[in-house]
């Protein structure tokens, strides 16, 4: 089972992806932040194996989160899910040490693989699968 910690200063956004990662039977989130400074203290507490962190938040955004995690919870490998699809953030986010980077738009195609690959500690660098464009 992989633990994941849901960090986004929507509400609405962190149950959304609570029910959505609800359905798949290897995922299992145990718990959720608000802000950055917030997903450190649970990091530390509840030893997520994957962080899905959005980047701008109230407090502490998630690229400053990020950063910060290896430190303090050195196994956890954060995904950034952000709504900004920019080559700005991913490199401020890939900077920061973060092991994938999702963009909210694509995030039905890539998000689960993405944190399967995070949870995988074999795994060493994120491959994004190819967006499947289902409609005729």
């Not at 994941?4 to 029910?19: A, F, I, S």
């Not at 980047?55 to 196994?75: N, V, Y």
């Not at 900004?84 to 092991?99: E, H, L, M, T, V």
Request: charged residues 20%; aromatic residues 4%.
């Amino acid at each position: 089972m992989i633990k994941l910690l849901v960090v986004d200063d929507d509400p609405c956004v962190r149950q959304g992806l609570r029910m959505r990662l609800g359905i798949e039977t290897d995922l299992q989130v145990i718990g959720e932040a608000s802000n950055g400074a917030e997903a450190l203290l649970l990091t530390v507490r509840l030893q997520p194996d994957v962080v899905l962190m959005d980047i701008e938040m109230p407090i502490m955004g998630g690229i400053a989160a990020t950063a910060r995690l290896h430190d303090l919870a050195p196994m956890s490998r954060v995904v950034i899910l952000s709504s900004y699809d920019s080559p700005k953030w991913r490199a401020a986010a890939c900077a920061a040490g973060a092991f994938a980077y999702v963009s909210k738009l694509d995030m039905r195609a890539t998000l689960v693989s993405a944190l399967r690959q995070a949870a995988d500690t074999s795994v060493h660098e994120w491959t994004p699968r190819p967006s499947i464009n289902t409609s005729t």
